[in-house]
């Protein structure tokens, strides 16, 4: 029996699809956690934090941010690549960072003992905090 080079391309193609379905070992929660904080730390040393734009559970480390000392205190402008941004101030009374224009507030969660997610609209941002009460290691 013979097969010509057709037959044999047809048959490893139909095995390619297969092959590229193995989502490979699934993380932990912990295993997630130091990924982000990888993740965060590859970014921040080139001046980019993780987010997650649009609405997506997608974070990447896309997104810019410039510091800036005012008369009303650290104001934080977080730039996405398509051009839109959002500005933010940081806060002395213990709830991070606020939005400081817009309409919409922002909301601050505790992700990690030395970070934090931020959400307006349908941005997300992560970046790293000082969290009151937690002991540095």
């Known amino acids: 029996m013979s097969l010509r080079i057709s037959e044999v391309l047809a048959a490893a193609g139909a095995l390619l699809p297969l092959a590229a379905c193995d989502p490979g070992p699934v993380k932990t929660k912990a295993e997630h956690a130091q990924d982000a904080r990888a993740q965060a730390a ?13 609405g997506g559970d997608d974070f990447t480390t896309r997104c810019t941010i410039d510091r800036a000392q005012t008369q009303d205190g650290l104001m934080l402008t977080v730039r996405h690549p398509d051009g839109g941004f959002h500005r933010l101030r940081v806060t002395r009374d213990g ?6 224009d817009g309409a919409q507030a922002a909301t601050v969660t505790i992700i990690d003992k ?4 931020v959400t ?7 970046l790293p905090a000082t969290i009151k009460g937690s002991a540095k290691r």
């Open 114 to 117: 030395d970070a934090i997610e």
């Open 42 to 54: 590859r970014g921040a040393a080139e001046g980019r934090i993780p987010c997650a734009l649009g």
């Open 120 to 126: 307006i609209d349908d941005a997300r941002y992560r």
């Open 95 to 100: 709830r991070g960072v606020i939005a400081a």
